[in-house]
Nanobody, 124 residues
Framework: QVQLVESGGGLVQAGGSLRLSCAASGRTFSNYAMGWFRQAPGKEREFVAAISWSGGSIYYADSVKGRFTISRDNAKNTVYLQMNSLKPDDTAVYYC?????????????????WGQGTQVTVSS
């Protein structure tokens, strides 16, 4: 089992930027794909971005493409989500997740472990 701890959330004005981090421990981080998801109040958890074990394959939700960048540092057991040009619609709790394999996926049920989430609030 892997333990995941997100950080970097906060309150930002529309058009601003935040960088989320997710530190992993408990198993070999570099073997597994990682994903970021978010959940706004009253809505289902939705896919944001995912990255393969090597970083060679990356996927984004259409709603964040061109604004968000996912990356990972396997030496630091950390995955990042750089969020630029933030919009009020990006307001949500953001979760990182560790996949069951090295191949990234878009569906939450394919991920084995989840962090506790970090709140991102974008004011207009």
């Amino acid at each position: 089992q892997v333990q995941l701890v997100e950080s970097g959330g906060g309150l930002v004005q529309a058009g601003g930027s935040l960088r989320l981090s997710c530190a992993a421990s408990g198993r070999t981080f570099s073997n597994y794909a990682m994903g970021w998801f978010r959940q706004a109040p009253g809505k289902e958890r939705e896919f944001v971005a995912a990255i393969s074990w090597s970083g060679g394959s990356i996927y984004y939700a259409d709603s964040v493409k061109g604004r968000f960048t996912i990356s990972r540092d396997n030496a630091k057991n950390t995955v990042y989500l750089q969020m630029n040009s933030l919009k009020p619609d990006d307001t949500a709790v953001y979760y990182c997740a560790s996949h069951r394999s090295g191949t990234p996926a878009l569906r939450p049920y394919e991920y084995a472990s989840w962090g506790q989430g970090t709140q991102v609030t974008v004011s207009s």
